[in-house]
């Protein structure tokens, strides 16, 4: 089962910060926050990842809280082209441990 | 960057034949490649893991012997779907990892949508 907890869907409008919550109240220490999102009917897309520190690159920036309980992405500027379903998942940073998706939220950006 | 090609994008086939389809990591060797399966508007789930060279690891409920999956080499693994029924008719898509430290490896293919008629 998904170890992680998000809202089923929440709008944005374009242009704005997108924040997309996540619950991972039962991490492990040596588990990593992964996010993906996947746009309709194409594959997953890796965005940013975690273990405890903010961290953020050209697509997004991912706040972790300091007990490592939940995280935010934060897409900054919101795009119509970012409307798609993103995953928030907790694993081990090995090669060959398996992702395991949870529902994940349906952001839509609107315009 | 890492990139995994997945052929076909889409396919149909009759009732009772075989479905293969393809997963390739183009630029990079994959030491291990996942098999997902996505129902419309549902989230993916993983049905196998494959390693180059051994036998793949199938998760509870899935079928073996329908879901053939072979992981020849490190740059191929297949999925063929055995005895096709409408009820298969999903999208299936493949990841694989082994490359870019950054993420961990972890790229997706683009997807296969079969369609069993």
């Known amino acids: 089962d998904a170890k992680t907890t998000q809202p089923p869907s929440m709008d944005c409008a374009e242009g704005r910060a997108a924040n997309l919550p996540c619950n991972h109240s039962t991490i492990s220490g040596n588990e990593y926050v992964y996010w993906y999102r996947q746009i309709h009917s194409q594959g997953p897309q890796y965005i940013i990842h975690?273990?405890?520190n903010n961290e953020t690159n050209e697509m997004a920036s991912l706040i972790i809280t300091e007990d490592r309980k939940s995280s935010t992405l934060i897409l900054p500027h919101a795009t119509l082209r970012d409307t798609a379903v993103y995953y928030c998942i907790v694993r081990v940073a090995t090669l060959d441990d398996k992702i395991i998706f949870g529902k994940g939220t349906r952001l839509h950006i609107l315009p | 960057g890492a990139v995994v090609s997945q052929h076909p994008s889409r396919v149909i086939c009759k009732s009772g034949t075989s479905v293969k389809i393809e997963c390739r990591s183009l630029?990079?060797?994959?030491?291990?490649m996942f098999w997902y399966r996505q129902f419309p508007k549902q989230s993916l789930m993983l049905m196998a893991t494959s390693n180059e060279g051994s036998k793949a690891t199938y998760e509870q409920g899935v079928e073996k012997d329908k879901f053939l999956i072979n992981h020849a080499s490190l740059t191929l693994s297949t999925l063929t779907v055995t005895s096709a029924h409408p009820e298969d008719s999903s999208f299936y898509i493949c990841s694989a990892t082994g490359a870019s430290p950054t993420n961990y490896g972890y790229t997706f293919g683009s997807g296969t949508r079969l369609t069993v008629v």
């Open positions: 630029d990079f060797q994959a030491t291990t």
């Open positions: 975690g273990l405890k």
